[in-house]
T-cell receptor, first 112, second 113 residues
Framework: QKEVEQDPGPLSVPEGAIVSLNCTYSNSAFQYFMWYRQYSRKGPELLMYTYSSGNKEDGRFTAQVDKSSKYISLFIRDSQPSDSATYLCAMSAPTGFQKLVFGTGTRLLVSP | DAGITQSPRHKVTETGTPVTLRCHQTENHRYMYWYRQDPGHGLRLIHYSYGVKDTDKGEVSDGYSVSRSKTEDFLLTLESATSSQTSVYFC????????????FGEGSRLTVL
């Protein structure tokens, strides 16, 4: 079993829809949670960063962490065609090397 | 931009030849990483560095070596390239604080024929 599980998609939605992207994890030591966005043939770019549980909002994006369920989510409101990309979740624990563990990514397609 | 430059961005080589990929940063961060990204596997850590001349192996280090003689440069070498090393390679840097996030370069696309 992988430490981080993420549905690969693709997830296809119409423009303006609310998108929910999710990851589950097994390591209860994870404290730092990130979402990266990766456009085709580009490097991953940090989108959201959250410490421990709770919500964080930035414009149309909301990151949510539920440590009791070992489940994190990224919500995108009013989705745009420019949001079409692969979204990677990542997380780390505050111990040792603090290795960042990545999900395999969910491909999102937003159609006009 | 995170101040990371990877070179070359694209390379085609033949099996058995040596290949060196370069990562250059302008952020003066201590931590630097090399990942490879393949369909179905996501990002996998090859090697990382926590300072000049301080490096360690990641989860897929076989067939790769690294060197870091200056803070700003981290080199990844494939001593004898194989077709299984055809991939996209990403360099990343991390600020030196607990829970620090990674910042990635644009990637180097390597094809081994």
């Amino acid at each position: 079993q992988k430490e981080v599980e993420q549905d690969p998609g693709p997830l296809s939605v119409p423009e303006g829809a609310i998108v929910s992207l999710n990851c589950t994890y097994s390591n209860s030591a994870f404290q730092y949670f990130m979402w990266y966005r990766q456009y085709s043939r580009k490097g991953p770019e940090l989108l959201m960063y959250t410490y421990s549980s709770g919500n964080k909002e930035d414009g149309r994006f909301t990151a949510q962490v539920d440590k009791s369920s070992k489940y994190i989510s990224l919500f995108i409101r009013d989705s745009q065609p420019s949001d079409s990309a692969t979204y990677l979740c990542a997380m780390s624990a505050p111990t040792g090397f603090q290795k960042l563990v990545f999900g395999t990514g969910t491909r999102l397609l937003v159609s006009p | 931009d995170a101040g990371i430059t990877q070179s070359p961005r694209h390379k085609v080589t033949e099996t058995g030849t040596p290949v060196t990929l370069r990562c250059h940063q302008t952020e003066n961060h201590r931590y630097m990483y090399w990942y490879r990204q393949d369909p179905g596997h996501g990002l996998r850590l090859i090697h990382y560095s926590y300072g000049v001349k301080d490096t360690d192996k990641g989860e897929v280090s076989d067939g790769y070596s690294v060197s870091r003689s200056k803070t700003e440069d981290f080199l990844l070498t494939l001593e004898s390239a194989t077709s299984s090393q055809t991939s996209v390679y990403f360099c990343a840097i991390r600020p030196d604080r607990v829970g620090g996030e990674l910042f990635f370069g644009e990637g180097s696309r390597l094809t081994v024929l």
